[in-house]
C-alpha cells in the first residue's frame, strides 16, 4: 500500500485531522462578513480535502484484508483509528 506516495500518512498516523469547524453563527450565515465567508469557505475546502483522502485510504486499506478484519475495523470513525487496530 503507497499511502506515503499518495500523501497520506497524516492520515494514517493521526497527525492529519479533520479541520476545526469555524466559531461562526451558523443560524445567519447572510449576515456573516465577507472574511467570515471567506473563513468557512476555507473550512470547507479543506474538510473537502481530508475527507477525500480519507475516503481514499479506506478504500486502500478495505482492499487489501480479509473480511473478517474488515467486520472488526467496521466501527472505527478514522483512519487512525482503523490503522492503530490493524497495527496492534
Not at 11 to 29: E, F, I, R
Not at 32 to 58: F, I, P
Request: proline content about 3%.
Amino acid at each position: 500500500m503507497s499511502t506515503a506516495a499518495s500523501g497520506l500518512s497524516g492520515n494514517l498516523k493521526g497527525t492529519t485531522m479533520a479541520p476545526t469547524v469555524p466559531a461562526l453563527d451558523m443560524s445567519q450565515p447572510n449576515r456573516w462578513s465577507k472574511d467570515k465567508k471567506k473563513v468557512y469557505r476555507g473550512y470547507c475546502t479543506a474538510l473537502a480535502k481530508w475527507e477525500q483522502d480519507e475516503n481514499v485510504a479506506h478504500a486502500q486499506i478495505t482492499s487489501l484484508i480479509s473480511d473478517l478484519l474488515l467486520m472488526k475495523i467496521h466501527g472505527c470513525t478514522t483512519i487512525a483509528l482503523m490503522w492503530k487496530f490493524l497495527c496492534n
